[in-house]
Each structure stands twice: as C-alpha cells, then as structure tokens.
C-alpha cells in the first residue's frame, strides 16, 4: 500500500517538473519573440545595439530619474559648466552602438554598461553628474548661447574678461558648438556696440586674432601660420609676439575673419575620428578705445580632442607628444579654473601654454568663465564620456579650503631657447639663458603643483569610490604607479619642445653666418686674384682666412652638441613614454 503511494507521488513530481519545464520554455519562447520584437522595433526608430541594456537604461529614465528643472536664467556665475549631449550618429548606428547617456536638467547620467564576472548576467553602472546648466540631443546651440554665454557679451564691453571653452572627446561635437556660439557672439556685440548708446559714446574698437597652440608651438592662424612668441615681460604681463590683430568693421566681416582662422586649423586622423583637431585654437576678441587700450576681452577657445592615450598609442613619436601636450595643458587648465574659483593665492598658469595665454582670465579680478562640455551619447564612448565629465565635475569642484601642495621639489634645469649663434651677440646669449633657466623653473614648479593636486584628487576619488573589483584594483595600482612618470612625462615634452626650437633657432643663424662667411671669402679671393691686382697683403688673406674656418669649425660644433643634446632629449621622451600605463584623464 505505501509503495503504492510512493509510486503515485514519484510519477506527480515528475508530472510537476515536467508541466515547469514546458512553462519555462513557452516563457523564453515568449521572451525570445518579444526580444527580436523589440531589436525590430529599436532597428526602425534608429537604435540598433543591445536590447537589454536599451530596456534596462529606458527603466531608469522612466523609474529613477528625477522631473527635468527649468533652465536657470542667465546670471553673473564667474564659473558656469553646462553640459551638451550630441545625437547619436551615422556611424556609431552602424557599429550597433546605442545611447547611454541620459541629460535632464541640471542632472547627466552616463548608464555604463557591464557585465557581472559570471560574464553573463548585465547591469547597468549609473554615474550621476550636476552641473549648471544640461543640454540633451534636441536642445540647440542657440538654447547653449542664451542661458550659458550671452550675459558675456555685456560684460565685456563693460571691461571684463571672459573666457568660454569647448572640451570634450574628438568627435563630440565641440568645433560645431563653437563655430555657433562664434556666429551669435559676433552679431550680439555689434548689435549692443550699434544700438546701445551706451556704448556708442565710447566708439569701441573690435579687433580679432586668433591663434593655435599645436605641438608645443603658437601660430597666427590668420597671417599664413607664422610662428609666434609667448612672452612674460618684466610687468609680468604676457606678450604673443607678433600676433596679428584684425579690426572688424561689422558682424559679417568679424565672423569672415572667424571663418579663416576655423580653416587654417591643425586636424590629423586618430582612432577616435578621421578629422580630429589637434590643436587648441583661441580665438580673442579685443575691444579697444580710441588710444588704443585694452577695455574688454573675450576668449573662444576650441580645445583639442581631450581622447586619453589609448587613443594615440599607434601613432608615431610627434602624435604620441602631442597627445602628451595636450593632456598636460586640459590637466594645467583644469587646476588654473579652480584656483580661480577658489581665490587661491597662487594660480599654476605657467604650467602650459595655453594656460599661460589666458594668465589675465586667471588673474584679473573682473573675470568669467563657461566651459561647455561636449559628451558623445554612444555605450563604446562610456569611458571618455566617463572621464570628460569627472574633468567637468573637478573643475566645479567649490573647495575653499584646498589642500595645500608641499613645496615644489627642485626640477632638472631645462634648456632654453637661445639667442642667434653670432659671435657679438655671445654676451646677450649667455644673459638670456640664466633668464631662461629661471623662467623654465617656474614652469617646472607649476608642473609640480599641479600633479600635487591630481594625485590628492585621484586619493579622494577612490576613498569615495572604492575599488570593486580586481581589475578596478590593478588599474588603481598602475595610476599610482604612474604618478611621477606621468610628471615627468610632462616636464620632459616641454623640454624637448624648447629643445626643438632652440636647434631650429641655432641651424637658421649657422646657415646666415655661414652664408655671411661665404661671401667674405669671395671678397678675400677677389682682392688677392682679381684681374687688376698688382700689389696685395698675403699675410692678411691668410690671417683672415684661417678667423673664417675657425669660426665654421665653431658654429659646426656648436650645432654638433645641439642635436646632441636633442637626440639625448627623444631618447629620455622615449623611455619615459613607456613606463606609462595611463595617462591622467582629468
């Protein structure tokens, strides 16, 4: 009787699981259909890529995210961040990729899609940033204008300094955001220059320059790139050199002026984009009264694409320098804005040169600055847009109190630039060394406080983020490790930059006296062969002969221990580049 029984309940519990097992099939089934639904559906509205990652960030949307805010009105911030959200773009839709990137003002949400280490299972990592102002893909340039820039216009006719910036990845839609802001600029001010009386009895003069910081090197982007000087006089105000300043007569020939600068830009193709700038180009706009002096200006400045190294890695020794520059001048920048912000006593400027540019929109007093941060939406761009946002919050970042970074340890003296190699002008050559030497050693101890700062930012980053897992605790570790060759790094770029140019500088003059020599040796031929000479001085021709090939052996040897020293500068850029893992992205 009971092994009756216990035949009955065996045969239901199989009955049972079997009846489960039929569910759970009809269940996936189900979903199976419903997922290749829902892709049909993602494909034909344009947004192709993972389904369950699109379900999962559409829930948090929906679900966990706060009601948008109005837009603040347009006010007197002397630091304004906003935050700009690109659609997605043909490509990526044909690489699959999908939006994860969420802006509801003043709220932006990068959704960073994982994997749990089942290597299964997926989750969403939501990283929530507030910044001032946040612009989602329907938003305008014209809607970034109004509430982020405009109020700058009257400032600066009033004599203020403003500075506005475009950051953010290459191919993130900072050049676009400029070229606009440059467009509504251009006619603003010649609207209130026209129309204000005000400012029509001051009679202002618009003067436009604009130049590019490419490499290490300065260019006047509107007088066929000349090459330009970056100065700090004895005054302490720092002179561009020959840059040339042209006047603007309306808003139409003021954006001709823009147009070209735009043109003459350095682009080179990366990873990240076939048409990247690589350059930080600064557009100024100078307004001046009729002696001449400098009442208000006005800063536009497009900064090269912020992509970290695994962008540039496959590149040769002059993109891997630049990518080098151009992260240690978006890290000096970054430090310059907070200093700013916190009304710190010492402001690291001399640590780039675009930094160092922008001295008087760091130190005058009647100053603003809006940054734009440009992010892509796309789910493979999750790291840069990751790390462009950590950049913007940093740079918001309102600590009155900032952590005092030790005292800069001594650098390495650098090489400076040095005069022309002629022999009257050795004097004025070794005097403008030592003046060097100390002008470079402010920069080093920039440079120093600088990476004080990033390394107590990325300690304070993880005390507040822990690691969670062992990759997250090797890369921790490789940063660490980082630190100090990453500060070398820098210090040698710029060294080798100065390098370049001063074996440049030195080869040009070699070759002029050189050339000088030559034809003073044709003239001491002439007065001993010419045709008519019956009576000349032997012992002079050969005295004067032998001073000539002197000074050639001299200028040769001296050129000889220049490339030396240069060469001996690529092989320590060389060696240093590759002790980095990482580079610092913010």
Do not use: W
Request: charge should be negative; charged fraction near 30%; proline fraction near 3%.
């Amino acid at each position: 009787m009971k092994a009756g029984r216990k035949k009955d309940s065996c045969l239901s519990e199989i009955q049972r699981m079997e009846k489960q097992r039929d569910e759970r099939r009809r269940h996936m089934e189900e979903r199976k259909v419903q997922r290749a639904a829902e892709e049909a559906r993602n494909r034909a509205n344009g947004n192709p890529g993972d389904v369950d990652f699109q379900r999962m960030i559409q829930q948090f949307r929906e679900e966990k995210l706060a009601p948008e805010e109005p837009h603040a009105a347009p006010g007197e911030m002397k630091i304004c961040i906003c935050v700009r959200k690109r659609p997605i773009n043909s490509k990526e839709i044909k690489k699959k990729d999908h939006d994860s990137v969420t802006c509801c003002n003043p709220a932006v949400v990068v959704h960073d899609c994982k994997l749990k280490v089942d290597g299964i299972t997926k989750y969403l990592d939501n990283n929530m940033f507030r910044m001032d102002h946040t612009f989602h893909e329907d938003d305008t340039t014209d809607d970034i204008y109004m509430y982020a820039v405009q109020p700058l216009a009257e400032f600066v006719l009033d004599g203020g300094r403003a500075t506005v910036f475009a950051y953010g990845q290459t191919g993130s839609g900072k050049t676009y955001t400029m070229v606009g802001i440059q467009r509504f600029m251009a006619e603003d001010l010649f609207h209130l220059l026209e129309s204000d009386s005000q400012y029509q009895a001051g009679k202002l003069q618009v003067g436009v320059s604009f130049f590019e910081i490419y490499g290490g090197r300065c260019q006047d982007l509107l007088n066929h790139r000349h090459r330009l000087e970056i100065r700090e006089d004895g005054g302490g105000e720092v002179q561009v050199a020959g840059l040339e300043e042209v006047v603007a007569q309306d808003a139409s020939g003021m954006l001709s002026i823009i147009d070209m600068g735009n043109r003459n830009r350095t682009t080179h193709a990366t990873e990240s984009n076939d048409v990247s700038s690589r350059s930080h180009a600064i557009c100024q706009i100078s307004l001046r009264n009729n002696h001449g002096k400098l009442v208000g200006k006005l800063s536009l400045i497009d900064l090269a694409g912020s992509e970290r190294g695994a962008d540039t890695k496959s590149h040769n020794r002059q993109r891997r320098m630049e990518g080098a520059e151009i992260n240690k001048s978006l890290l000096a920048l970054k430090e310059c804005i907070r200093a700013l912000d916190c009304n710190s006593t010492h402001v690291p400027y001399r640590a780039s040169k675009l930094t160092l540019v922008l001295k008087d929109s760091f130190t005058n007093k009647n100053s603003r600055t809006v940054m734009i941060v440009n992010v892509s939406p796309a789910a493979s761009s999750a790291d840069h847009t990751l790390n462009t946002l950590r950049y913007a919050d940093r740079v918001k970042e309102r600590s009155k109190n900032p952590p005092a970074a030790p005292a800069p340890a001594a650098a390495p003296p650098v090489a400076p630039r040095r005069a022309p190699v002629k022999a009257r002008q050795e004097h004025a050559y070794d005097q403008e060394e030592e003046e060097s030497k100390a002008a470079r050693q402010d920069r080093d101890d920039d440079i120093h406080r600088m990476h004080m700062s990033i390394r107590h930012d990325h300690h304070q980053m993880h005390r507040q983020h822990p690691p969670q897992d062992k990759l997250e605790v090797e890369r921790e570790e490789e940063e660490e490790e980082d630190s100090e060759a990453v500060e070398d790094l820098h210090r040698t770029v710029e060294d080798l930059f100065a390098e370049e140019d001063m074996l440049l500088n030195i080869h040009m003059n070699v070759i002029q006296e050189n050339a000088e020599l030559l034809t003073e040796e044709g003239r001491l031929l002439q007065q001993i062969q010419g045709d008519e000479i019956v009576d000349y001085d032997i012992d002079a021709y050969a005295h004067r002969l032998d001073e000539i090939l002197q000074r050639k052996q001299q200028l040769i040897s001296l050129l000889q221990r220049r490339l030396t020293a240069f060469r001996s500068h690529l092989q320590r850029e060389e060696a240093v580049s590759r002790k980095i893992h990482h580079m610092p992205a913010y």
